[in-house]
């Protein structure tokens, strides 16, 4: 359903957030982001849009102006990358203790150091604690679709937490790809209105946003906001069969590939799971029972279906485009993991940390994985929980 | 320690560049599609060439211009545009026109022929 | 699986290649295509050596990698003919290069010894229908006559609608841009 089109990641996203028209959009410029606040800017110049949009001196300085807009009633919003999401740091913090409903694109580019402008995940992958919750994209369409998803689940009552929606740097952001869109009018309604129960320009009601806590009552609170997570679970599968109704294109915590009578699998984040799925093909054709299952939202974590996905399994190679540095492997391997422990699903769980700053990922290196997976199943090789892929020795 | 491959292990630690001023080794002369031609007769030695230059591509010896470092003048053309109006020694030419490249060339700017490169 | 083809642009940040693959991803999603187009980024220069790439197929693309088995290889500034810019062509693949040489003496200094050769003087072309030296519509014209991607007559319809949605009220410019296309497409040397 919507309209045939082709756009870049970037025009996709920035197309969404004129769909969704917020009220206020704080703008700082990094790649491989730019484009998104550059062709929103032209939205807003000609028109199109009726967004005040502030220009910030930098990124810790556009996530306090949108939290500022959004506490003082505002359907605020801003986009960044890498560096600029970590600069920002401190204040992603403060948007989801504050109960901030803030949608942010997250154009996932590598950290320095050292310095490297190309795609990994390390730099959303960096701020998984910060409260936020955060959905994967792994083309055009799907960034395009969260963009919208994300609102909803934002400004729930229930939940009121800020949301990430993440995107590969230049193999998506860059690249021109077919996607559908939706009219004005599906959206705009799906979206609906922003009708916060307090913002601080209500000036009839009057409150005080952002206090201290003693450590008689910050433990509360935290515990209040952890709560936020177990209850926004369900309801982002709800909003999410809710936008697929609409749109015949369904996303939930997590797509499988093949997976049902699959022997071994990879977990993948993003572009690269277009790439698996390949690899799976062309692994099926040869009699091999491959699958794959892509991960949408890592935060809150779907541990129950992931359980029960992989269980059936006989070897699992989680892909990491990031590294955790703790001397066992990446940040959704540790995840996966520990998810599974003392669970009915006890196979093997290894790692492989791949296309790092960039690092190109064709099929014959996924292929790669599979083979360890499928000579592990054989006790041909020892078992490695962590491997790097694709690195020169 | 000196680096003796490309694997991880061969790497200086904490990705430092250890030859100081190993930039000149790089050479950018080949992203050339223009190229400055200087006509030392022109030519009133006011440096100004090689004060704007970006690339340090202009030539100086003794206080003197002499002549331009094709292998590392990216073609920018602000020599040509900073060189002054009464001298207008630098020209830019397309880089296919040119004569095989040496540093402190005076070839003259070719005719361009009329065919693509 | 589908129908997949691949192309590898080779030019020089400036050229227009990266523009290239947008264009083509564009008509070919026009057409009713699964596209992608997207470049590669390295020292964002003018003048640097950079690649685009562009997949079309008549099922989704799921692959998200550079292109490394191009079936088509397209250079557009002819200093950068060497063997790297043929790497990974298919037997059967086209190599299409902006020149006044002739395809014989393209393969001697690629060294080019599979496929086929077709060369077009984009860059004159650009300059005499279009005013400047970016050869990368000209190009598309000789894409097509050397590749199945789409009819010449249909490739025509989709980018008049591409350039007018692009440049919109700038005719000469429109024109200009087709009349590039079409001269290609009628001068474009086969071997």
Known sequence: MGKRVALTGNEAVALAMKQINPDVVAAYPITPQTEIVQYFSSFVSDGQVSTEMVRVESEHSAMSATIGASAGGARAMTATSSQGLALMHEMLHIASSYRLPI??????????????IHCDHSDTMSARDTGWIQLYSENAQEAYDNMFIAQRIAEHP????????????FIISH???????????LVKDFVGPYEPKQYLLDVKNPYTSGPLAMYDYYMELKRQQAEAMFTAKPIVQAISEEYGKLTGRHQGFFETYKLDDADIAVVVIGSTAGTAR????????QGIKAGALKLRMFRPVPREEIIAALSPLKAVAVMDRADSYAGFGGPLFGDVRSWLY??????PVVNYVYGLGGRDVIMEDVLKVYDYLNKLVNHQVPLELVQYLGVRE | MTTTGNGWKDLPIGAVIEKAGNAREYLTGDWRTMRPVWDPEKCIQCLFCWVYCPDASILVKDGKMIGINYEHCKGCGICAAECPKRASAITMIRESDADAPSAGSTSAAATGKGGAC | MGKLTEIRWHGRGGQGAK?????????ASAAGMYVQGFPEYGPERMGAPIQAFNRYSDQPIALHCHVTEPDVVAVLDPSLLGPAVIKGLSDTGALLVNTSDSPATVRAKTGLKIGRVYTVDASTISV?????????????GALIKATDFMAYDQFMIVMRQLLEDKFKS???VIEGNLKAIQRAYEEVQSE
Do not use: F, W, Y
């Open chain 1, 103 to 116: 949608v942010m694109p997250v154009v996932n580019r590598a950290l320095s150091g050292p310095i490297n």
């Open chain 1, 158 to 169: 229930d939940v009121l937490l800020p949301v990430m929606v993440c995107m590969d740097g």
């Open chain 1, 175 to 185: 690249s021109l790809e077919n996607l559908n869109i939706e009219d004005d009018k």
């Open chain 1, 278 to 285: 390949s690899a799976v093909d062309h692994l099926r054709a």
């Open chain 1, 342 to 347: 003392g669970t009915k699903c006890d196979l």
């Open chain 3, 19 to 27: 523009t290239a693959s947008q264009l083509l991803a564009e008509a």
């Open chain 3, 128 to 140: 005499e229908t279009i005013g400047r030296d970016i050869p990368n519509t000209p190009m598309m």
């Open chain 3, 170 to 172: 700038k005719t000469s």
